[in-house]
C-alpha cells in the first residue's frame, strides 16, 4: 500500500470563532427570533406559497380552536342539563364524598373552561341549572347527591375561573395574546410564558 498520510487537526492551534465570524454567515439572530415573553413568529404567514395555503391553515385553526370545541362541548353540557334535571327527589343527606369529589371535579372542569376557551358555553349552563332549582322546588322536588354534584362543582368552578381571570388581570403579555371583551387565558399559555424560559 501507499503511504497514506492522514492530517489531524492541531486542536491547540485552532482559534476559537467570534462572533463576527458567526454572523457573516448566519443571520442576525435578532431579528429571526422573537424575543423573551412575546407570542410572535419571525415567520410571515403571508409569505407562504401559494396564498390558498394561508386560507387553509387560517380553517384549520378555526375549527380546531373554536367550532370544534363548540362542537365537543356544547352536546357535553346540554347532557348534564338533561342529567341534572333528573336528579331531584324528596330530601336526602349529602355525605363528605359528594363534596369532595365537587373539588375536584371543579378543578377538572375549570381546566377545561380555561384551556378549551368556552366560558361562554360554560356560564350559559350554569345560568339554565338556577332556574331548574327554582322550578323542581317549586314542585317540592330537592337535589339529590348528583344534583348537589353537578351544581356546586359548576358555581366552584366560576369562582375558579374568576380567580384565574383576577390573577392575571393586568398581564400585558396575555392580554395581547387574549384580546376583546372575554379575557380568560389558557393555562398552557401561562406556563409556555413564565415556566418554559
Not at 43 to 49: G, R
Not at 86 to 98: L, P, Q
Not at 134 to 161: E, Y
Given at each position: 500500500?501507499?503511504?497514506?498520510?492522514?492530517?489531524?487537526?492541531?486542536?491547540?492551534?485552532?482559534?476559537?470563532?467570534?462572533?463576527?465570524?458567526?454572523?457573516?454567515?448566519?443571520?442576525?439572530?435578532?431579528?429571526?427570533?422573537?424575543?423573551?415573553?412575546?407570542?410572535?413568529?419571525?415567520?410571515?404567514?403571508?409569505?407562504?406559497?401559494?396564498?390558498?395555503?394561508?386560507?387553509?391553515?387560517?380553517?384549520?385553526?378555526?375549527?380546531?380552536?373554536?367550532?370544534?370545541?363548540?362542537?365537543?362541548?356544547?352536546?357535553?353540557?346540554?347532557?348534564?342539563?338533561?342529567?341534572?334535571?333528573?336528579?331531584?327527589?324528596?330530601?336526602?343527606?349529602?355525605?363528605?364524598?359528594?363534596?369532595?369529589?365537587?373539588?375536584?371535579?371543579?378543578?377538572?372542569?375549570?381546566?377545561?373552561?380555561?384551556e378549551g376557551?368556552?366560558?361562554?358555553?360554560?356560564?350559559?349552563?350554569?345560568?339554565?341549572?338556577?332556574?331548574i332549582v327554582?322550578?323542581?322546588?317549586?314542585?317540592?322536588?330537592?337535589?339529590?347527591?348528583?344534583?348537589?354534584?353537578?351544581?356546586?362543582?359548576?358555581?366552584?368552578?366560576?369562582?375558579?375561573?374568576?380567580?384565574?381571570?383576577?390573577?392575571?388581570?393586568?398581564?400585558?403579555?396575555?392580554?395581547?395574546?387574549?384580546?376583546?371583551?372575554?379575557?380568560?387565558?389558557?393555562?398552557?399559555?401561562?406556563?409556555?410564558?413564565?415556566?418554559?424560559?
Amino acid at each position: 500500500m501507499g503511504n497514506m498520510a492522514t492530517k489531524i487537526p492541531d486542536s491547540s492551534a485552532s482559534s476559537s470563532v467570534s462572533d463576527s465570524d458567526l454572523e457573516s454567515v448566519l443571520p442576525s439572530a435578532s431579528s429571526s427570533i422573537a424575543t423573551q415573553g412575546s407570542f410572535t413568529c419571525s415567520c410571515d404567514a403571508h409569505q407562504l406559497k401559494p396564498a390558498s395555503l394561508v386560507e387553509s391553515f387560517e380553517l384549520l385553526d378555526f375549527y380546531d380552536e373554536h367550532l370544534g370545541h363548540m362542537m365537543w362541548y356544547a352536546p357535553l353540557f346540554a347532557a348534564y342539563l338533561v342529567y341534572f334535571y333528573g336528579s331531584f327527589g324528596k330530601s336526602c343527606s349529602t355525605g363528605f364524598g359528594v363534596w369532595l369529589l365537587a373539588i375536584f371535579g371543579a378543578g377538572f372542569e375549570w381546566y377545561l373552561v380555561t384551556e378549551g376557551q368556552i366560558f361562554t358555553i360554560f356560564i350559559l349552563m350554569f345560568a339554565c341549572m338556577v332556574p331548574i332549582v327554582a322550578i323542581r322546588a317549586q314542585q317540592g322536588l330537592a337535589m339529590d347527591s348528583n344534583a348537589k354534584f353537578l351544581f356546586f362543582r359548576s358555581a366552584l368552578t366560576l369562582v375558579l375561573v374568576v380567580v384565574w381571570v383576577a390573577y392575571l388581570w393586568n398581564d400585558d403579555t396575555l392580554r395581547k395574546k387574549y384580546p376583546g371583551w372575554l379575557y380568560i387565558p389558557e393555562p398552557w399559555a401561562y406556563v409556555s410564558l413564565y415556566w418554559m424560559h
